[in-house]
């Protein structure tokens, strides 16, 4: 089993900046891709971005530029940093992580979420 907890999330008004952890614990030998998904209030849940672990990554076209995730893999960690953050980035963001099948095919495993809201 793989348990993955977020950190981070919060309240910033638009143009600013946070910073999302997650850590991974457990049988974390299966994981070989680590990202964040976001639901935002009556639609469906997105990726938001990937990361293998040999570095490759995948964005969503909407967070191309503004956002970067990283890994630290001593750590079993994964970031996204999140810049000039707009009003409609607000939603709850899941880590993911698992074994890699695809860029469209999320791991097994998902944390509870945290918040990231931004106000106009």
């Known amino acids: 089993q793989v348990q993955v907890v977020e950190s981070g999330g919060g309240l910033v008004q638009a143009g600013g900046s946070l910073r999302l952890s997650c850590v991974a614990s457990?049988?974390?030998?299966?994981?070989?891709?680590m990202g964040w998904y976001r639901q935002a209030p009556g639609k469906q849940r997105e990726l938001v971005a990937r990361?293998?672990?040999?570095?490759?990554?995948n964005y969503a076209s909407s967070v191309k530029g503004r956002f970067t995730i990283s890994r630290d893999n001593a750590k079993n960690t994964v970031y996204l940093q999140m810049n000039s953050l707009k009003p409609e980035d607000t939603a709850v963001y899941y880590c993911n992580a698992g074994r890699f099948a695809g860029w469209g095919i999320p791991g097994d495993y998902w944390g509870q979420g945290t918040q990231v809201t931004v106000s106009s």
């Open positions: 990361i293998t672990t040999v570095g490759s990554t």
């Open positions: 457990g049988s974390i030998l299966s994981i070989t891709a």
